[in-house]
């Protein structure tokens, strides 16, 4: 496969991945209220998870230094906000400004994503209720995000071990 051919196929790729991620953000912090999900919202949840996991195995196998690079800071951060919401949920803690800062931030990570799954899993299959199922579900929110974290520093580290740094200026050469 040629570089520009790679290139396109990773641009759409994440280019999907991000419509999909802001699309399901916005309508799952709406259905996460009331727990309100119909068919398509899971259709649309499915989606993103198959291109979540699309792009995670094509940057395996094409993707170079960058792209890792940025998505391990990426779910670091959705790491942290997820060991902050645990923390929350555990110490039954109320701080309204953090709670601000867990709305907008949520719309950039995966986490309504993240709690619309560990609904459906934990408290709908299950059958968890109560304040357990609260600390339940950020773990396993932080669990997701810490893998994705870890895979996404070892592609890092192994794109930068076999020398792909990105694109390099062909006139940065020796001058003779």
């Given at each position: 496969?040629?570089?520009?051919r790679?290139?396109?196929?990773?641009?759409?790729?994440?280019?999907?991945?991000?419509?999909?991620?802001?699309?399901?953000?916005?309508r799952?912090?709406f259905?996460?209220?009331y727990?309100?999900?119909?068919?398509?919202s899971?259709t649309?949840?499915?989606l993103?998870?198959?291109?979540?996991?699309a792009?995670?195995?094509?940057?395996?196998?094409?993707?170079?230094?960058?792209?890792?690079?940025?998505?391990k800071w990426?779910?670091g951060f959705s790491?942290?906000l997820a060991?902050g919401g645990?923390?929350?949920?555990?110490?039954?803690?109320?701080?309204?400004w953090?709670?601000?800062?867990?709305?907008?931030c949520?719309f950039?990570?995966?986490?309504y994503?993240l709690?619309?799954?560990a609904?459906?899993?934990?408290?709908e299959?299950?059958g968890?209720?109560?304040s357990?199922?609260f600390?339940?579900?950020?773990?396993?929110m932080?669990?997701?995000c810490?893998v994705?974290?870890?895979?996404?520093a070892?592609?890092?580290?192994?794109?930068?071990?076999?020398?792909?740094?990105?694109?390099?200026d062909p006139?940065?050469?020796?001058v003779?």
């Amino acid at each position: 496969m040629s570089e520009r051919r790679k290139k396109v196929l990773g641009a759409a790729a994440v280019t999907a991945y991000v419509i999909l991620h802001f699309y399901t953000s916005v309508r799952t912090f709406f259905e996460n209220w009331y727990y309100t999900y119909t068919a398509s919202s899971w259709t649309f949840l499915g989606l993103w998870l198959l291109c979540l996991l699309a792009l995670d195995v094509w940057l395996y196998f094409f993707g170079g230094a960058e792209l890792p690079r940025s998505l391990k800071w990426f779910w670091g951060f959705s790491a942290a906000l997820a060991a902050g919401g645990l923390l929350v949920s555990t110490q039954r803690l109320s701080l309204d400004w953090a709670a601000t800062l867990w709305i907008i931030c949520g719309f950039v990570t995966p986490l309504y994503q993240l709690m619309a799954f560990a609904w459906l899993l934990f408290d709908e299959w299950a059958g968890l209720r109560g304040s357990l199922r609260f600390s339940v579900w950020w773990s396993a929110m932080l669990a997701f995000c810490l893998v994705h974290f870890i895979y996404f520093a070892w592609l890092h580290r192994r794109a930068k071990r076999r020398g792909d740094h990105g694109p390099v200026d062909p006139g940065a050469g020796t001058v003779e």
